[in-house]
C-alpha cells in the first residue's frame, strides 16, 4: 500500500461496485475486512455525491460476519444498541465504546509487550513452578521403571534408599492426581 498513515479511499460508483484508488482495482467487503484487519484505516466515499458511506460499510462487514455464525456481539449488547438508538443515553454509548475498544487496544498490546519480556511466559503463571515440580516428580517416578532412567533422570541407576522415596513420591502424585479428578468431576 502506499501510504498508511492516510486512510485507504475507496471509491463507491453508481452500479454499488467499490473501487480502491490506491491500486486501481474493484474490492469486495472481504477485501475492505482484509485491509482493516491487516491495521489499515479505510474511507468510503460515494462518487457522485461525495457522502462518507465508511459507517454504513463496516456495518455491512459487521452484520455479514454474524450472519456467518461468527458472533462476535452478544444479543444483550446488539439490544442495548438497539435500545441506546431511542433514549437520551445516545450521546453516551458512542463514546463509551470508543473508550472501551481503546482500553482493550491498550491492554492487547500490553499484554504483548509482556509476553515478548518474559523468556517463558508459562513461568510467570501462579502455580507453575509448583506444577512444573509435580511433572518432574511423576516423570522421575515413571521413568524410574525404565532400564537406563533412575530417580535422578537419564542414565542414573537408582540407590536401594530410594526406593522408598519413590513409592512416597508416587502415592503423592496419585492423591494429587485423585484430587485433581474430585475436582473436575465437580466442574
Given at each position: 500500500m502506499a501510504d498508511s498513515d492516510k486512510p485507504l479511499l475507496i471509491k463507491r460508483y453508481a452500479s454499488r461496485r467499490l473501487y480502491n484508488t490506491e491500486t486501481s482495482d474493484y474490492v469486495t467487503l472481504e477485501?475492505?475486512?482484509g485491509f482493516i484487519?491487516?491495521?489499515?484505516e479505510v474511507q468510503i466515499v460515494d462518487l457522485k455525491s461525495g457522502d462518507d458511506l465508511t459507517r454504513q460499510y463496516l456495518l455491512q462487514i459487521v452484520a455479514e460476519h454474524e450472519s456467518k455464525g461468527?458472533?462476535?456481539?452478544?444479543?444483550n449488547v446488539l439490544t442495548d444498541l438497539v435500545r441506546s438508538y431511542t433514549t437520551e443515553m445516545q450521546s453516551v454509548v458512542p463514546q463509551f465504546l470508543a473508550a472501551s475498544f481503546e482500553?482493550?487496544?491498550d491492554g492487547q498490546s500490553k499484554?504483548?509487550?509482556?509476553l515478548s519480556a518474559i523468556p517463558n511466559p508459562m513461568a510467570a503463571m501462579p502455580?507453575?513452578?509448583?506444577?512444573?515440580k509435580q511433572q518432574e516428580a511423576f516423570l522421575q517416578a515413571f521413568m524410574g521403571g525404565i532400564p537406563g532412567w533412575g530417580a535422578s533422570g537419564p542414565g542414573k541407576d537408582s540407590a536401594d534408599g530410594q526406593s522408598a522415596s519413590k513409592d512416597d513420591e508416587l502415592a503423592q502424585i496419585k492423591s494429587q492426581l485423585a484430587e485433581l479428578q474430585k475436582k473436575l468431576s465437580r466442574l
Open positions: 477485501d475492505i475486512a484487519r491487516a491495521g489499515r461468527e458472533n462476535v456481539l452478544p444479543i482500553m482493550l487496544r499484554m504483548l509487550e509482556n502455580g507453575f513452578e509448583a506444577m512444573r
